[in-house]
Structures are given as C-alpha cells and as structure tokens.
C-alpha cells in the first residue's frame, strides 16, 4: 500500500509543483486557475463522506484497485484537456481527479489501523505521511532533470520536455501503482460490513459525534488556512520572484527532502516527550517562518529578499507537515475505533471542502487586488487559533489516558518538576 501511495502522490506532486505555472503559460489568470482548483476539492467534499460510510466493515482493496486505476487516467483527461484548452473538461478533469485521489486517501488510514499492531502504529502512520514528501523529491528532481535536457527523441521523433509532456512521463510511471495493489494484503476489518443505508441510519446513534467535532475543529481551522496558501505558494514565487517551473521544482524537491527526514522523527519525538511537543511546537515555530516568508513580498525589491522567501518555505514546510501524522495518530486514538474510518472520511472531506472554500476565497482576495503577504497573513492566524484548539484537544485526550501519562515526560509543568496527565 505505501509503494502505491508513492506512486500515485507522484502524479500529486508534480501537478502541485508544476500545474498552475502551465496553466498560467496557457494564459490562465489566477482567478481562474483557483477556479479550476476548487473543483477538484468540490469533488472530494462530495464523495468523501459517502465512501467513509459505505466502507464501514468492507474489504479495502477494491477501493485501492479503484483508485490506483482511476487516478493516472483522470490525470491523462485533466492535461489533455489543459492542452486543448477546453474549460468545461479542465473543469471536469479536476473533479474527477479529485475523487480518484481521494478514494486513496480515505482507505489509507483505517488500513494502516487495522493492519499495523499498537507497538508500529505511529511509524506506519509517519510512513504513509511521507509518501508525499518522497513523492515530491522524486517528482521535483525528475522535473528539474527532464527540463534541463529540454527535448528526447524517440522512435524518431522530436518531443519537448515541457510542463506538459513531464507530467505526462510521471503519468505513465505512476499508472505501475495497479500492479502493486493487486499484490496488497489486509486484516480483517474491526468492524462488521452492513448496508450502506443501514450504515446511514446508524450515523446517529453509532459514532461519538461530540468526540469528532471536537477532533475536527482545528483541522478546519488548519485546512482552510493551508488552502489559503499551499496551492498557490508557486504562483506567489512565479510572481514575486520570477521563478519558473524547473527552479521551483528543485526548491520543492529540496523540501520535500527535509520534510521526508523529518517525518521519519516524529515517532521518537512523540514517544519521547509526547503530543504536545511533537505537535504543539512545530506548528508554533511554522507560523513564525510563515509570517516571515509573508514579509519577503514587501521586501521583494532587495537582492536577499528571494533567498529569506525560499529559507522559510523550506523551513515551515516540513514543520507543518511533521505534525500532520502526530494530528491523525491523535485523533484516530481520540475517537475510538468504531469511529475510524468515518473520521478518516471526514478527515478528507474537510480538507476537502476548506481548500474549496479557500480556493473561492483567494480567487476573491485576488480579484480585489490583495497581495499574497496579505493572503498568507490571514493563513499565520488561522493555523494560530487551531493550534490553540490542538492544544486543548491534546490536554483533554491526556486527561483520559492516565495509564499513558507518564510516558509524556516534557509538559507545560516541567518546569515545576511535575508530570501531569
């Protein structure tokens, strides 16, 4: 399952490094490249919940099948379609690709819970999670390649290595993910399958619905102010700085290096001084860089300007993201396995819906003429008030798992000599 996520976030990553700047190259303003980007979250937003519901109980690699099929071919669609320049089947490639995407990310979570034994579970969670930033180096260092050599021959014929035809090559590398799902093998589920509507009707009374809501609220806080900024980070370095796709895929590839490191961390640091610390501080210290990178706009006049902007992007990237599987390990634990696979649901769907609200909204911000230091300003206050949410969550969660207090060494009393739970 991890060796297919790599591959199909390889087709992420190089749409999320390289995409928007070949939509803008076909002429595609900003407005309209947020347009064409919230589709892809509408889709998810749609189906995620549903699915989270339906898989209740059931085999999950059909799903991954499913997922690993779809996603190389609605790629294909969505950058044919960039190609021809039809709107109506960019606007639906996104959303098919959204959904395809999205089957994968629901499945992988109550997987990895119902496969990986208590004592490996935070490593196979941090495991799954940097997938993305292997993806990411990988992709990014391929596209960097492919675009220095500029054009390839074969059967006798002359091809560009373009924004286009690179993202076809990772496409059809990517499409190898079916192969690998075919051999995957999974636990018995922990829960009995039943019928869709059956699931449906028992929402009410058979999750922890309080415990959920309150898992949920500072990931929406989070989502939407991520939303606010990772999709369009390349176009604020194209516009800013003048960055093109081969620089920037190198600098994302560079990140996605120490975030990859990162990650593979985090299980010791959270074995060692708890969720506060593994989750809490690098998210505080993110925001710090993220307002810096903020201010590099302003200051974007001034030769230095570009190399403090690429320093605190590729600082607060790998902050930010060594906290998300700590958040995931935490709020699987916090609601219990009956809720799992609904939370994972929910999980993608929230995501999902604030980076289409985000997506709206910066289409919005931009139309009226607001700058991306302003745009990402608002991000360092929304991630400040989830991280405060993700704090009162993590002091509740403890305060439940007295057995487990002692392990969570450095707290906010250990200045006192105290441990508390």
């Excluded at 499913?66 to 320049?85: D, M, R, T, Y």
């Excluded at 940097?130 to 675009?147: D, H, N, Q, R």
């Excluded at 974007?300 to 992007?313: D, G, K, Q, R």
Aim: hydrophobic share 55%; charged share 10%; net charge positive.
């Amino acid at each position: 399952m991890i060796m297919a996520a790599f591959m199909i976030h390889m087709i992420n990553a190089s749409f999320i490094l390289i995409l928007n700047i070949y939509l803008r190259k076909k002429g595609y303003a900003d407005t309209s490249i947020a347009q064409f980007n919230s589709f892809r979250f509408l889709g998810v937003l749609t189906f995620a919940f549903p699915l989270g519901i339906f898989i209740k109980g059931k085999s999950l690699k059909p799903f991954f099948l499913a997922g690993s099929l779809l996603v190389p071919l609605s790629s294909l669609f969505l950058l044919l379609s960039i190609s021809g320049g039809n709107e109506t089947r960019i606007t639906l490639g996104f959303l098919v690709w959204g959904v395809s995407f999205m089957i994968f990310n629901v499945c992988s979570l109550p997987f990895i819970m119902r496969s990986a034994s208590e004592q490996v579970v935070s490593e196979a969670i941090s495991l799954n999670f940097s997938t993305w930033s292997l993806a990411t180096i990988v992709s990014g260092g391929l596209i960097s390649i492919l675009s220095s050599v500029k054009q390839i021959h074969v059967l006798g014929r002359e091809f560009l290595l373009n924004e286009l035809n690179i993202m076809l090559i990772i496409v059809a590398f990517s499409s190898l993910s079916f192969i690998l799902v075919l051999f995957m093998r999974e636990a018995r589920p922990r829960s009995s399958s039943s019928h869709f509507l059956s699931n449906f009707k028992a929402l009410r009374s058979d999750y922890d619905w309080l415990l959920i809501f309150r898992v949920l609220t500072p990931n929406i806080l989070i989502a939407v102010g991520a939303g606010l900024t990772i999709p369009f980070v390349n176009l604020f370095f194209n516009s800013v700085f003048q960055i093109d796709s081969d620089r920037f895929s190198l600098i994302g590839a560079a990140t996605a290096a120490i975030v990859f490191l990162s990650t593979l961390i985090v299980p010791f640091i959270r074995r060692r001084f708890g969720f506060r610390v593994a989750i809490l501080i690098p998210q505080w210290i993110a925001i710090f860089f993220l307002i810096l990178l903020a201010f590099t706009q302003i200051a974007s006049a001034f030769s230095w300007a570009l190399y403090v902007a690429i320093a605190c992007f590729m600082l607060r990237q790998p902050l930010m993201n060594m906290a998300r599987p700590m958040t995931s390990e935490l709020g699987m634990k916090y609601v219990g396995p009956r809720n799992q696979e609904l939370i994972s649901a929910l999980s993608s769907s929230i995501w999902s819906a604030s980076w289409f609200i985000s997506a709206r909204i910066f289409q919005v911000l931009r139309q009226n003429d607001l700058d991306y230091y302003q745009i990402f300003l608002i991000t360092a206050v929304l991630y400040g008030v989830g991280v405060i949410l993700y704090h009162l969550l993590i002091n509740d969660y403890l305060r439940n798992q007295p057995e487990q207090s002692a392990s969570f060494v450095l707290d906010s009393d250990t200045t006192t000599g105290s441990i508390r739970g």
